[in-house]
């Protein structure tokens, strides 16, 4: 037999440089999450001495009381009202709009598409008072639609611009043969795309919906009524009770921000793929 020499690999240090810099992002991110999932399990006297480290001692007892407290489901209720409506709204609304503007060729379409883009540069904080006049005066006010209506307003353009990417990818031969066929285009939308488009719709989707679970400035403006504040004011509130016990605040904000993250967990391989991907390959 014939000794082959074996070359080895060459050093690749993009690959390197990367994983680096991945782990370093991965540092910053659960070093946060992991300090305060820990902090909920310790006293108030450990939590100042060893903030960072395991707990000696768990208390499990500091996450008990919170989710046997009614306040803490009324706080996640109403956040989940809100967010569920901001959510569909916004996908009903976007996806339609999206479709149109991937599909059908209109007078003013470009200029119209050029000026819900720039919705992206509108900052929130400087239409609060507008906003705050008109939902006053639809009777809104202290409602969920009061919240969850400008909410899916500033969420449009996002979604919109994401959603007519992925549309455009299907192929166009696909709409001319169903409309040979006799296929409105409104079947087209309900029976060809929107079943193609299950990634990007579960990518508008979550990030719709965590956008609107930690939202603060909008509910903190429509809302007054203490039973429909949803958790970001609720903390607010309940840091206002507790504000020396810091163990159990954090043990409420790791409740508080646990659906979100299980959500993105279960969403995550679609949301990869309705963002680095077109439906179908033509």
Known sequence: MSNVETTPAPFDSAVLFKAAFLAVVSIFVLVPLLATLLGGFKSLGELRVNPFGLPRHWEWQNYADILFSARYWQLLRNSLVISTLTVTLTLVVASMAAFTFAHIKFYGSSMLLSYLTL???????????????????????????????????????????????????????????????GCSYIKFFRY?????????????????????????LLPLVMLNTDAL???????????????????????FITLTILPTIILFLLAQKHIVAGLTAGAVKG
Request: aromatic share 14%; glycine share 6%.
């Open 119 to 181: 919705g992206l540069l509108f900052p929130a904080a400087t239409a609060v008072l507008p906003l705050f006049i008109k939902v006053r005066d639809l009777g809104l006010l202290d409602t969920y639609f009061g919240v969850a209506l400008p909410q899916v307003a500033f969420s449009l353009a996002m979604s919109v611009l994401l959603l007519r990417r992925f549309f455009k990818d299907i192929p166009y031969e696909l709409l001319e043969a169903a409309l040979v066929d």
């Open 229 to 251: 504040y949803p958790w970001p004011l609720g903390i607010m509130v309940y840091q206002g009770e507790y504000s020396s016990e810091w163990h159990l605040i954090l043990a």
């Open 192 to 216: 060809v795309t929107l079943p193609l488009s299950r990634p990007i719709l579960a990518t508008v989707g979550t990030i719709t919906f965590v956008n609107s679970w930690n939202a603060y």
